[in-house]
């Protein structure tokens, strides 16, 4: 059995990760009053990217996990790219939006509507940072993305992660309340494998960095780069950030190929144990 685990580091996480979060997510999804339960969501991918690297690797996995938290030193570039990207991203989708016709203010960014401070700003990003930051990317570039990354090129890896990342959300599109809610499911598996190819790109020039990657996800969320469906039903505007982000990583997959990079990126994988 241990032999076993530890032959299929993957299937561990990926079955620990969906058990435990749907063991909660489909009960509420159904209706299923679950109080402060329900909420606790957000870090279920770490604690099983962690159960994950002591049942599969030991010590030397866990440690590995933890060493990608601190690697903070790759360039005030990537710093740049991960917290202003998303922005410049949503204010350039909500423009089009608007020359198409739509809504500038149903468009931009909620933080940056209703006369919020801007220095709220940073208090917001924190939280996101701890919350689904931590709580995801110790789980899916952390854990999963440098194990697919062996024996995938960096296009399939993160298309592979991707369709995964969209199952994992599937019971919120049925959760009344929840931001994905009334999403259609072709559009959730369209926005997640763009933004994970993003995610690896990313995750590829920044040594393997999880602390990056965990700062990437909270200013995505913070400018809302997948944006909700309309509560009258339209996609229009999830579809369009979802062809602006396939428009980037047809960019990226044009200028580094499918390997997201150029050159060897050792840091990005797994040691051996």
Do not use: C
Not at 1 to 28: D, E, G, N, Q, Y
Not at 66 to 89: E, M, T
Not at 147 to 165: E, F, K
Not at 174 to 194: H, I, K, R, Y
């Amino acid at each position: 059995m241990a032999r076993s685990m530890r032959s299929r580091p993957l299937a561990v996480f990926f079955l620990l990760a969906f058990v435990v979060t749907w063991a909660v997510w489909v009960p509420r999804a159904a209706g299923v009053e679950l109080g402060a339960v329900g909420q606790l969501w957000t870090w279920v991918p770490a604690a099983a990217a962690l159960i994950a690297a002591v049942l599969t690797g030991g010590r030397a996995a866990v440690a590995e996990l933890g060493s990608r938290l601190v690697r903070w030193r790759v360039g005030w570039r990537w710093y740049a790219v991960v917290v202003l990207g998303p922005a410049a991203f949503s204010f350039a989708v909500a423009a089009l939006y608007a020359l198409l016709g739509g809504s500038w203010a149903a468009a931009a960014p909620p933080a940056l509507r209703g006369g919020t401070p801007l220095t709220m700003l940073p208090l917001f990003l924190l939280v996101l940072f701890v919350t689904d930051g931590l709580g995801e990317e110790v789980a899916w570039r952390g854990f999963a993305l440098p194990r697919l990354l062996v024996r995938h090129n960096a296009l399939v890896a993160s298309l592979i992660l991707g369709s995964l990342w969209a199952a994992w959300h599937l019971p919120l599109v049925w959760t009344e309340g929840a931001p994905l809610f009334g999403q259609p499911v072709w559009l959730l598996l369209l926005d997640m494998t763009a933004k994970s190819v993003l995610f690896t790109w990313v995750f590829l020039h920044t040594r393997g960095s999880v602390l990056l990657a965990a700062l990437f996800h909270a200013t995505t969320n913070l400018f809302v780069v997948s944006p909700a469906v309309a509560d009258a039903g339209s996609v229009v505007l999830p579809l369009l950030a979802a062809g602006a982000q396939w428009a980037l990583v047809g960019v990226v997959i044009a200028v580094a190929g499918p390997g997201l990079a150029k050159g060897p990126r050792p840091e990005a994988l797994p040691k051996v144990y």
